[in-house]
């Protein structure tokens, strides 16, 4: 790990936001090192973002380097290591006089911020600078992304982990264990309903999951349905999209790419396809990854997917095709 690490984050005045950057600093995901921060907002907002920094400033943490907050990505994008990229316009709101319902409307206008943010990522980033994003649609944000950055030495993701972490407190309440004890809880394809939570490779006790719940009803009719809605029963219970457990889940990411991951293990991002496991490439789709020993993160290419994996993976995959195919003229 380097001395000093500069961190960018956008979307940094959303509800994510407050719960994540604190974390960026506190020792823990990133260890003794300086963190610089570069927050970056709408021009709307941005003003907010004196009052995080404030708050920043007032709590003592001593790995905090310095905070910037601007509303002009290329210049945050300046020398930085890593890209925490939250900020999207969400659905449901009035944009340019148009409520956004249609996803493909969220496509549209999300995917031309993502071809700006690529390209300054591109340009000024770090060569070997990791790219995570949240915002949503995020597979196909991060394909644009990725596509107007044009600089291989980058690695973008799109964030499934927090559909990972679910899927993990499920299968430990059902078990009776610890969430600790769930490994291998690889969730394929794109972050959306679709997504697969794959139960047969995930492992406990070095068994498969699949073994140790017989209940396949339990399987078929609560667990997979109800990691894929997850993300709507909390907006329906709590009035407002998840964001502690976001937040959580792109720290838990970010430790997972910096860290060497354990033979018994892998985590869960979507990466860009290069056509492992037959998923067609150029897209980015949910697969079990690893990071090695020297940091480079790599898919996981020898687990076994059943006919029914394969299925429920390529009802995802076609999604990600169709989305692709929205936004050809970004790409
Ligand atoms: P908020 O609406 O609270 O915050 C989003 C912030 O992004 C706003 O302050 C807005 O001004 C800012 N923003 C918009 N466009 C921007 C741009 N071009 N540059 C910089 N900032 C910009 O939303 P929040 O709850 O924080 O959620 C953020 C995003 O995460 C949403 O797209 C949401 O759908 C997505 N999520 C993704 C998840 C995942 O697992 N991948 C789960 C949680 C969340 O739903």
Redesign the pocket.
């Known amino acids: 790990m380097k001395n000093e690490i500069k961190v960018v984050v ?9 719960s994540l950057i604190p974390r960026l600093i506190d020792g823990n995901t990133f260890g003794d090192t300086t963190v610089n921060l570069s927050l ?3 021009p ?2 941005v003003s ?1 973002l004196e009052g995080l920094a404030m708050e920043l400033d007032d709590s003592y943490f001593p790995n905090l380097g310095t905070i910037d907050y601007t ?1 002009n ?1 290329s210049e945050a994008a300046d020398g930085a290591d890593w890209f925490l ?7 449901g709101i009035v944009y340019n006089g148009k409520k956004i319902e249609e996803r493909s409307d969220l496509l549209q206008i ?1 995917g031309g ?1 993502f071809v ?2 690529g390209k300054a990522i591109g340009e000024f980033g770090n060569e070997n600078a990791k790219i995570l ?4 649609p ?1 597979n196909t944000n991060a394909l644009i992304g990725r596509k107007a950055a044009n600089n291989s030495s980058q690695t973008w993701m ?6 990972s972490n679910r899927a993990k407190s499920m299968l430990a309440k059902k078990l009776s264990c610890n969430v600790s004890e769930i490994k291998k809880m690889i969730i394929w394809g794109n ?1 959306s309903p679709t997504m697969y939570p794959d139960f047969e490779n995930a492992l406990k006790d070095n068994q498969s999951v699949a073994n140790l719940i017989e209940d396949t009803n339990w399987i078929d009719s609560h667990f997979i349905p109800n990691v894929q809605q997850r ?1 709507k029963a909390v907006i329906d219970a709590r009035g ?4 502690t ?2 937040a959580k ?1 792109a720290l838990d990411t970010v430790i997972a790419c910096e860290n060497a991951t354990s033979s018994d293990d892998c985590f869960s991002a979507a990466v860009y396809s290069d056509g492992a496991y037959d998923v067609p490439e150029g897209i980015m789709c949910g697969f079990p990854l690893m990071t090695t020993p020297s940091g480079e993160i790599e898919i996981i290419r020898d687990l076994t997917l059943s006919d029914n994996a394969r299925s429920r993976l390529n009802l995802s995959v076609d999604e990600l095709l169709s989305e692709r195919e929205a936004v050809k003229d970004l790409l």
């Open positions: 956008t979307g940094a005045a959303g509800q994510i936001g407050y970056v907002e709408i709307q907002v907010k509303d990505f990229l939250v900020g999207s316009i969400p659905r999300n911020i700006d943010q994003v949240v915002g949503n995020a799109a964030m499934t982990m927090l559909d972050h993300g407002a999209s998840s964001a457990s976001a889940a």
